[in-house]
């Protein structure tokens, strides 16, 4: 707590009034129909919704007596636009759902196509995977971090989370050319091939970062405004969240071990030794913690795929899915064939469905492709954390200062673009 | 058609949940099969509340993951409603699929899982599904005054609205 004695010059110029006494001053309750119960707009352009959320707050002075969320504001019908194209044209659009974490989005459709496919995807191209993405989960974590901290007010660790961030999109764009939304994960295996030099590059990033993780933790755990501002609020009975739906960082800090990475590992990474965080506290604070941590073992799992990264194609053997290596293409009639075809008609699905699921930065992330045996799928849909997570604003704000609501909407980290899609 | 224990397909069969649901609720498996990720179970659109509480309060299975849609137009029936379930304890995962016609109504699932909530206005809003007895079935990605359903084969991707023509 901040000690210090508040003098007030007024009426009680003789008596200087301290803290204590002015935390203690009990407002009388409001009556139905006084003035202290209001309707507030917390419109979709605010800097601490993160996005184009509305959330309208019924209010008793500072409480918040109901809250009740309206999405949609950036709903541009991507599930819509994806019947229209070919398997492969959709990818680019799930770079776009969830703009911070595009290639885990990647990986999630990629991997749901190729189980309507049957296709093996060779070991180099599944350890790249996991390890793009778990850098990836570093840089969403970043942005969590950074923007979580800027509401609450403290704006330099905005600035250390970005800087790191930035090592991290100069490696995306050595391996794709795009710092965010880099379509590297493709149906078949990666996009390109990777580029001279990825291993000291990346190597140099988690030096970096191994360094810049424990000291912002260390800037905000030891600060006692921080303490204060996120210890005991928050909390969610954990079988009330369940039923809502809510996963990733926010149950692992109930303390239910829910990692769909160990739960049904995808793309080798059961053969990745790394630990799932929680915490039982169930505040904002523990969600702190458990995004720190999980950043920890991101870095862990990255470190063992650089030093166990198998060698051989980073392509499937399936010359009708994957496009032909570039230069093949350029001198050898059957590879410019096959580039043309799978390029302008796209390659056919056997009819059926898949549900694919990831652990995204945010949660349980899905992908539900549904194919009716043509080039462009019948139907895909996403099962996005944020969306799911975002039911449970409205039961979490009940009973909740103002103040407190802005720190419990970061710590829940959702990304309206894959709230609306 | 009636599925019992003795004529679910043998891939399910062996699926605990499957046969559970089938011993209890005989007339609610219309169609079974097995996916890699758990069985894939087609429920008659009105046992699907009771095979949801069966599920949650008996088989374990305490999260929805997802509800949604599949417009089968011109097909019939048109509609597919797919219910994702995911059971903690076992570490299982379930599909339920309902098929339904164009204007046919189904029961909300909000009683059994209070995660349904926005799955089905979701899903009423992009394909026009009615869920009866859901506690606010508006609208939710579309705005309020929208008209017609999205995500329906029938409904252009560019929208009805968007015509140079009329400006």
């Known amino acids: 707590m901040i000690e210090g004695k508040a003098h007030v010059e007024s009426l009680d110029a003789e008596r200087e009034l301290s803290v204590e006494d002015l935390s203690g001053i009990e407002l009388p309750p409001a009556r139905p129909g006084s003035s202290r119960r209001f309707t507030l707009n917390m419109g979709p352009q605010h800097p601490s919704t993160h996005g184009v959320l509305r959330v309208v707050l019924e209010l008793d002075g500072e409480t918040i007596i109901k809250a009740r969320p309206e999405i949609g504001y950036l709903h541009t019908g991507i599930e819509k636009q994806c019947e229209t194209r070919k398997y492969q044209q959709v990818i680019p659009l799930t770079d776009r759902v969830d703009y911070l974490s595009n290639l885990n989005n990647n990986l999630c459709y990629s991997l749901a196509v190729e189980r309507l496919l049957a296709l093996e995807i060779p070991p180099k191209a599944q350890w790249m995977r996991v390890m793009l993405c778990e850098l990836t989960r570093v840089a969403s974590h970043l942005i969590w971090l950074g923007t979580h901290a800027l509401d609450i007010g403290a704006m330099s660790v905005y600035f250390y989370c970005f800087r790191e961030r930035e090592e991290i999109l100069k490696i995306f764009e050595m391996f794709s050319g795009q710092r965010m939304m880099t379509s590297y994960i493709r149906i078949g295996g990666l996009a390109l091939e990777p580029p001279r030099g990825w291993h000291q590059a990346i190597s140099k990033v988690l030096e970096r970062l191994v360094l810049g993780i424990d000291e912002y933790q260390n800037l905000l755990t030891s600060n006692p405004i921080w303490l204060n501002r996120t210890r005991g609020v928050g909390m969610l009975p954990v079988d009330v969240m369940i039923d809502l739906g809510v996963t990733g960082p926010m149950l692992r800090a109930a303390g239910v071990n829910m990692d769909t990475r160990k739960d049904c590992p995808h793309s080798s990474y059961e053969l990745f030794d790394f630990d799932v965080p929680t915490r039982t506290a169930n505040d904002v604070f523990a969600r702190f913690e458990v995004r720190m941590e999980e950043m920890r073992q991101s870095v862990r799992i990255v470190k063992q795929a650089l030093d166990g990264m198998p060698s051989g194609p980073w392509q499937a053997d399936a010359p009708h899915v994957v496009l032909p290596d570039r230069e093949r293409m350029k001198t050898q009639m059957e590879s410019l064939i096959y580039h043309f075809k799978i390029v302008t008609e796209g390659f056919r699905v056997p009819a059926g469905s898949a549900y694919q699921v990831v652990e995204s930065p945010r949660g349980e992330l899905a992908y539900y492709v549904v194919s009716d045996g043509t080039a462009n799928p019948h139907r895909v849909f996403m099962r996005t954390p944020s969306f799911a997570n975002l039911q449970a604003l409205g039961a979490m704000l009940e009973g909740v200062l103002i103040a407190d609501s802005i720190a419990i909407m970061g710590s829940m980290d959702f990304v309206l673009g894959d709230v609306d899609r | ?167």
């Open chain 2, 1 to 167: 058609m009636k599925w019992s224990e003795a004529v679910l397909p043998e891939s399910v069969a062996e699926n605990s949940t499957a046969a559970a649901i089938a011993q209890r609720l005989p007339d609610a498996i219309v169609d079974a099969k097995m996916a890699i990720d758990g069985p894939v179970l087609t429920i008659a659109a009105k046992e699907i509340l009771p095979a949801c509480g069966l599920l949650k309060q008996s088989l374990g299975f305490e999260r929805i993951s997802a509800i949604t849609g599949v417009d089968w137009w011109p097909g019939v029936p048109r509609f597919e409603l797919v219910y994702f379930l995911h059971s903690l304890r076992h570490n299982a995962r379930l599909r339920l699929i309902v098929r339904l016609e164009e204007d046919q109504p189904v029961d909300s699932v909000c009683a059994v899982w209070r995660g349904a909530n926005w799955y089905e206005r979701e899903v009423f809003d992009l394909f026009g599904v009615h869920f009866r007895n859901h506690p606010n079935l508006e609208r939710i990605l579309m705005p309020a005054d929208w008209e017609g359903y999205p995500l329906r084969k029938d409904y252009p991707v560019h929208g009805h609205r968007y015509s140079y023509q009329d400006e």
